[in-house]
Structures are given as structure tokens and as C-alpha cells.
């Protein structure tokens, strides 16, 4: 898995269709938390689901697999916001993989917190 980085919108605003990178085939992780946004643009001719996963349990012995979305077809560009509840507590880190990778690229952005 590639570790994706995180840029932060500065006060000045942020570019962001330079930041995009290529899909790890055995996915990739981030971090998680507040404002955090997975990009997701997807060039090719079928769409393609990316899935966060959950490695929490719930009622103490339950496993969830994680949460889809599908990225559309050609010009597919979707947002994906990710919470800490995908931060995997040993890594402190979200995984994330797709059901393909060859026209898929990702950037994850994070707004500044200003008072």
C-alpha cells in the first residue's frame, strides 16, 4: 500500500488538479479525521468502486467490510470524505482500495482550521 500524502488549503486558496496521483494497485492508505477529503478521478470506461474500510468492531465482535462509492465513468471526479472512523488504530491511518487502478488517480486535501 502507498502511503498518500495530504496537502492543506492555505489562506490563499489551493490548485488542485496538479496534486493527483496514480492508485496504488494493492490501494493505498491516509490519514484520517475533520476535513479530510479523498479526491478521486476516474478516466477510463467503466466505473470503479473505491472502498474505505472499517477496522473497528462493533458490538465487540463484529466486523463491517467497509464503505463503497463509485467513481462514474471518464470524467468521474468524486469527493470522499474520511472520517476517523475509517483510522485503523494501528497504523492511525485509513485504508483505502479500488476495484481497479489502471485510469484512476487520487489526491487527499484537508482544509486549514483557522480561528
Same mark, same amino acid.
Given at each position: ?25 494493492g490501494g493505498d ?24 474500510? $472499517? ?30 472512523? $475509517? ?10 482500495? $479500488? ?17
Amino acid at each position: 500500500m502507498a502511503a498518500l500524502a495530504t496537502t492543506v488549503v492555505g489562506n490563499t486558496g489551493l490548485r488542485i488538479d496538479n496534486l493527483f496521483t496514480a492508485a496504488a494497485g494493492g490501494g493505498d492508505t491516509c490519514e484520517t479525521g475533520a476535513g479530510v477529503e479523498l479526491h478521486v478521478k476516474n478516466a477510463g470506461a467503466s466505473p470503479v468502486t473505491v472502498t474505505l474500510a $472499517y477496522p473497528g468492531k462493533y458490538d465487540g465482535d463484529q466486523t463491517v467490510s467497509g464503505r463503497t462509492f463509485v467513481v462514474p465513468i471518464t470524467t468521474g471526479h468524486t469527493v470522499i470524505p474520511v472520517r476517523d472512523v $475509517y483510522r485503523d488504530p494501528a497504523t492511525g491511518r485509513a485504508a483505502i482500495t $479500488y476495484s481497479g487502478v489502471t485510469s484512476v488517480t487520487v489526491a487527499v486535501i484537508r482544509g486549514q482550521v483557522t480561528g
